[in-house]
């Protein structure tokens, strides 16, 4: 072979190799137009399982938490009260307010300010555990046990709640400890420590379910100021020890190791849920339009990502695998 016929068909093997490999990457969730008009996507609505960018959302209108596809706007999957509860304990789901996908992505995990808190199987829609919380359910987190605790903003509280899914009806918490404007709730996996934040500070709790039938959270000395306003939505920054928490006035990221706040560089007010993923999925928020929801969710720059003229949408994370708070192998658990 000449060297030139050499040189030839390297040349097309680098060109297919980086032809492939830009095929393979996603582009960045981010449409030219801010007030993206649903009605000119064609894209197919795929399968859950097919979906490169799906994202979980809350919407009181309909009593539902869903299952978006960012790419087509489609509805994957839903779960809405009405479908699977009676009239009086559909209504404490009504005001749905945050959801979390779970146990390698097989479990939501949610709250309803109207009351309820929640966690469902996708693959049938069956309900793990349900209960009325009463006070303002605002976030709900998963222990390594596989029991829940549930943060309350009119109840000032934090509720420990035992799960058995052969009696998924629980009608009390086993613990309650005083939180006041208590709006979040995230397991640190890394450190084994809950984060929560009450009107003015951040704190971390341990959790001791060394005796199985007596588990508590215990609060640590460590407390850290917030910034300014009262904190509400608490997440994990994708990939990263950091924390975004938003407040009334604007997006703070937490550096656990330097234990400082920093506003973010899109920092807004009145966020009521932000939540990243990796580079090329850009950072989603719910930045209400009618009092405290909105029927369109966007991106961090105001670019629209899905819309639905009735939905009064409250929360919304992208439907990924959350390693701050999770092991890779995390399969359904219930306490004993």
């Known amino acids: 072979m000449k060297l030139q016929d050499v040189f030839n068909t390297v040349l097309i093997t680098v060109a297919l190799f980086l032809g492939a490999c830009k095929e393979e990457k996603l582009p960045l969730l981010d449409f030219s137009d801010p007030f993206g008009n649903s009605a000119e996507n064609n894209h197919p609505v795929p399968e859950l399982k097919d979906s490169k960018r799906p994202i979980l959302i809350t919407d009181e209108s309909e009593y539902q938490v869903l299952i978006v596809d960012s790419l087509s706007g489609g509805i994957m999957w839903q779960w809405k009260a009405t479908d699977h509860l009676n009239t009086a304990e559909a209504a404490w789901f009504r005001a749905m307010d945050e959801a979390k996908v779970v146990y390698n992505k097989e479990y939501v995990l949610f709250t309803a300010s109207s009351g309820g808190a929640g966690l469902v199987r996708i693959a049938d829609k069956k309900l793990m555990f349900y209960t009325n919380a009463g006070g303002g359910p605002h976030s709900a987190e998963l222990l390594p046990d596989g029991n829940i605790v549930v943060a309350l903003s009119s109840g000032n509280a934090l509720n420990l709640y035992r799960v058995d899914a052969n009696k998924p009806y629980v009608s009390n918490p086993i613990k309650r400890y005083n939180l006041t404007f208590g709006h979040n709730a995230v397991w640190d996996l890394k450190r084994e ?91 989603l928020v719910i930045k209400p339009t009618n009092d405290y929801w909105t029927n369109r969710l966007t991106n961090i720059k105001g670019s629209s990502v899905f819309f639905r003229e009735k939905y009064r949408m409250y929360k919304a994370r992208w439907f990924i695998e959350n390693s701050f708070s999770y092991p890779s192998d995390h399969p359904y658990r219930q306490s004993k």
């Open 193 to 283: 420590i809950l984060w929560t934040t009450d009107d003015q500070n951040l704190y971390t709790y341990r959790y001791d379910n060394s005796d199985p039938d007596n588990p508590d959270l215990i609060k640590t000395p460590d407390f850290y100021p917030v910034p300014d306003g009262q904190p509400h939505d608490l997440f994990p920054v994708y990939g990263q020890d950091k924390l975004f928490l938003t407040t009334t006035n604007a997006i703070w990221i937490f550096d656990i190791n330097t234990q400082v706040f920093s506003k973010n560089e899109y920092s807004m007010t009145m966020i009521k849920s932000i939540s990243n993923g990796p580079s090329d999925f850009g950072t």
